[in-house]
């Protein structure tokens, strides 16, 4: 049962990652993606880990698809802007997808350890992954902190108008 | 079996996103195609985190998620740069550096 | 002082005038100063040449002193050094001797130059005394052919003495370019000896080793070809005519009496291996007695006087050369000195006139006998040694040749052609030096010369002396004999035999032949018959030849490599070249500028690497 879900919303995923790919009209590419995060974020919750769901939903769908529905506003030359693809580039991008693809799959499906391994039964929510990051990776929590931060003000310094 | 088709799908979605990167010429395009492996990779983290220890695979794909946002950020920063100087966001546009 | 020392101031004593004149440019351009040092040079080779000579007559002097020159494991390969002996030690007195005079000679004679170009001829002049002595004391071959180079370098840098001019350039520079084709002989001769032999003498192992590989006649070839050349045999003899273009004491010293004996030298020195090569002799007479005919039927029609001297030289060569083809060493040799003696005198003297008159040709000539008695004098004494009158020095070296001659073709009926060519040349000989003298020193006086006068003593003492040894030089023909280790000569001053005979009947018929035509205004018609001849052979019809096939031949060859050179082997370098820069071009094509395409490569490497990696492990690497 779950796996029918997992597949299906796997399906509906991948259609949605095709469309942000090729479509012209980029406030559409947008809404796309937008759909994209949304079912990772179910994938999420069937694959046992709902608090990251949640995260996805907040920061991502959220987030950095407002960001984006704003970078388009502010960066368009006409109304409802026509993205013409590149048509040079298109045949080496699918070789270069699908080489990758072949390579990325050989790998998972000729690896033998991957075939023994099973699902764990623990329950993982937002408790069990605060205690990782304030005990065992709470370096890297903080150096996360910092690092936001400075993206936040690397962000700002380049944006700002200075004042001649 | 399970572990390798979900993988697969990570796998696929991470492709797309490799096919867009390439292929589009507005910046931002590139910067969607761009979340889409993004996301491709922390779909993979949660499928490990599932058949091994949860905890730490989750905490990781947390960290991934605010490296990918942080780095949206400041992308979209350049991108607005970019408009400013070009009054387009073509990447064509931002070939100074060639020859 | 030991013949050794003695040898070594004779050889070097120049050397030292030459480089301090050459490195020292404000010595060599104070113009007297370096002329008497050069002189002093000169003297200095004289005495110790003469006192080699003393020795020599007195005792025996017989040395040989070598300096390892090149090591090849361990072994000379080449030496370096002094051979003395009878042969050598007289060629060094003539050369030096020869030598003295014409630089005293000089002295005056070239005293209208400037100061920097009289100094340049005099170290030229002491270069060249250093590379002839040390040709003549060469102990082997390779030494006699560094030297043989060295020789015809100073004959190139004093023919083109006066090189502004363009004739007197491109004279020395075909003089240097047929003497060095003819050197290539040379060169692969010693190639050839040393590879069968082991070794650049001449003595009878290297004989012996030759001829067991029967290699002798074609190394004796080989040298005889570029004896060919250096001592103008026909028909390499084109480049005398015109090394006239040097200083009148040039041509006395080089192209009469030493630089082209250097060639006949060569086979007296090296005439083991020309005695066993039975095949090169008689081709030797016969080019010999050619040669000396051919070149007294051109030295008849020449109107210049320093050139009928140049055919004249060619001709005597000629004698030389066919003497030592009829195996006789003593006529060849001895021939050579006299001839030195005499052909120097007629040069200097000829150079005397030149010099009163400032002009070569004999049209301008005419009464010289009124103002310049002196000159007429040698000059009438040097013609009669040159054609053989008895008791003079010529007589009594060209009638050895003759008789040797005659010899020879008692076991050789070949040896007939150069007998009867230098039999008839002698008359020839005496004609064309009588038609000089009638038409020069006697008859109606020239407007030219009525400002003639005689010179000082520089430039008369040398003619002087000259003309004494032309007179005297043949009485010591069996002193000679000795010296050069002939014992089959026996002199006599009275040489009274029917080949003797025969040519002093054609020397008498020539100089009457010349009073007929000139003086006695008889066979008018004879004369205008043999116009279209005269006229023939004075356009040089061997020199037209050679020029064809320099012009043509030579340069067609040099353009046909020249378009090779330029278009294929350059072609290629520059077609890769080009390539190279192409194919740059098309690779900077990759840097689009757009990051596309550069996530587009960094992807790709990914994917290689990862593609690689997936392999590797499969198969088993750790």
């Known amino acids: 049962m779950l796996f029918a879900g997992l597949i299906g919303t796997s399906a509906a995923l991948l259609l949605c990652a095709v469309m942000v790919a090729t479509t012209r009209n980029l406030v559409h590419c947008v809404f796309w993606l937008a759909g994209v995060l949304l079912l990772t974020a179910a994938l999420f919750v069937m694959l046992g880990a709902p608090f990251l769901a949640g995260i996805q939903v907040v920061l991502y769908t959220g987030g950095v698809i407002t960001l984006m529905l704003f970078g388009v506003m502010l960066t368009q030359r006409k109304p409802d802007t026509e993205v013409p693809m590149d048509s040079q580039r298109k045949g080496p991008a699918a070789v270069t997808a699908l080489a990758m693809l072949c390579v990325l799959l050989a790998a998972i499906w000729e690896t033998p350890e991957l075939a023994g391994m099973t699902v764990s039964t623990q329950q993982i929510g937002a408790t069990e992954v605060g205690q990782i990051f304030l005990s065992t990776q709470l370096l890297t929590f903080e150096v996360l902190s910092v690092l936001l931060l400075s993206a936040m003000i690397g962000a700002i310094v380049l944006v700002r108008k200075t004042d001649p | 079996m399970e572990l390798q088709i979900l993988l697969s799908i990570a796998a696929i979605l991470f492709c797309v996103g490799i096919y867009g990167v390439i292929s589009r010429r507005n910046a931002i395009g590139v910067l969607l195609s761009l979340e889409l492996m993004a996301n491709a990779v922390n779909l993979n983290l949660v499928i490990f985190a599932r058949y091994g220890d949860g905890a730490v695979g989750q905490a990781f794909t947390l960290f991934a998620i605010a490296l990918t946002v942080a780095e949206v950020v400041v992308g979209l920063a350049l991108v607005v740069l970019l408009y400013r100087t070009r009054h387009d966001v073509l990447t064509e546009l931002a070939s100074d550096l060639k020859r | ?283 030797m007479a016969c080019i010999g007695g050619v040669t000396a005919f051919l070149a007294a039927c051109m030295a008849i029609v020449q109107t210049d006087i320093k050139k009928v001297l140049a055919y004249s030289t060619c001709s005597q060569l000629g004698y030389m050369v066919a003497a030592l083809g009829g195996g006789s060493l003593m006529g060849g040799y001895f021939h050579l000195t006299t001839h030195a003696f005499f052909k120097a005198l007629l040069f200097l003297a000829a150079g005397s006139v030149i010099h009163a008159i400032h002009s070569n040709e004999i049209s301008d000539m005419g009464g010289l006998w009124n103002r310049m008695k002196l000159t007429t004098v040698v000059f009438v004494i040097g013609s009669l040694a040159l054609a053989g009158i008895p008791l003079l020095s010529g007589f009594y070296s060209k009638d050895l040749i003759l008789e040797s001659l005659y010899e020879a073709t008692h076991h050789d009926p070949i040896y007939w052609i150069p007998f009867i060519a230098c039999t008839v040349t002698a008359g020839l000989t005496a004609y064309y030096m009588g038609r000089v003298i009638l038409l020069a020193f006697f008859g109606e006086e020239s407007e030219k010369v009525s400002h003639a006068h005689e010179h000082g003593l520089a430039m008369s003492g040398p003619l002087v002396l000259l003309a004494t040894l032309a007179v005297f030089a043949g009485f010591g023909g069996g002193q000679l004999g000795h010296l050069y280790g002939v014992h089959d000569y026996h002199f006599s001053v009275l040489h009274v035999t029917p080949v003797g005979g025969l040519a002093f009947l054609m020397a008498l018929s020539g100089f009457g032949g010349a009073y007929a035509l000139h003086t006695a205004g008889m066979g008018e018609g004879l004369k205008t018959s043999l116009v279209p001849l005269g006229d023939f052979i004075k356009s040089g019809p061997v020199d037209r030849i050679w020029v064809a096939i320099y012009r043509q031949v030579l340069h067609g060859v040099a353009d046909a490599l020249g378009w090779f050179d330029r278009y294929i082997i350059d072609g290629l370098i520059n077609a890769f070249g080009a390539w190279c820069l192409n194919f740059g071009e098309q690779i900077r094509g990759m840097q689009t500028g757009r990051i596309n395409d550069y996530m587009h490569v960094v992807l790709m490497a990914i994917l290689i690497l990862a593609a690689v990696s997936q392999v590797w492990l499969r198969m088993g690497g750790a």
Request: with cysteine.
């Open chain 3, 1 to 283: 002082m030991t013949p050794l020392i003695l040898a070594l101031i004779a050889v070097f004593a120049p050397l030292i005038v030459a480089t301090l004149l050459v490195i020292v440019r404000p010595l060599r351009n104070t113009g007297k100063p370096a002329a008497g040092l050069s002189v002093i040079g000169a003297v200095a080779s004289l005495v110790a040449s003469l006192a080699l000579f003393w020795q020599s007559v007195t005792g025996h002097v017989d040395v040989l002193q070598e300096v390892m020159w090149l090591p090849e494991g361990g072994y000379p390969m080449a030496t370096i050094g002094v051979q003395l002996d009878g042969i050598s030690v007289s060629m060094l007195v003539v050369v030096s001797l020869v030598a003295t005079c014409v630089q005293v000679f000089s002295l005056e004679y070239m005293d209208s130059e400037t100061d920097a170009d009289y100094g340049r001829y005099f170290t030229w002049q002491s270069l060249f005394l250093f590379t002839m002595q040390g040709l003549v004391v060469s102990p082997n071959l390779l030494q006699l052919f560094i030297c043989w180079e060295l020789v015809g370098l100073c004959s190139y840098l004093l023919i083109g003495f006066y090189w502004q001019k363009p004739s007197a350039a491109r004279a020395a520079v075909k003089a240097f370019w047929i003497t060095k084709f003819a050197d290539m002989g040379l060169l692969l001769g010693l190639i050839v000896q040393y590879v069968h032999t082991g070794g650049f003498g001449w003595d009878d192992t290297i004989v012996a080793g030759l001829a067991s590989a029967g290699m002798v006649n074609v190394v004796a070839a080989m040298y005889f070809f570029a004896v060919m050349g250096k001592s103008a045999q026909f028909p390499l003899h084109v480049w005398l005519p015109d090394a006239m273009e040097g200083p009148t004491p040039v041509s006395a010293l080089l192209h009469a009496a030493t630089m082209v004996a250097a060639g006949v030298y060569l086979i007296v020195r090296a005439y083991p291996i020309f005695l066993a090569a039975e095949q090169v002799m008689p081709v």
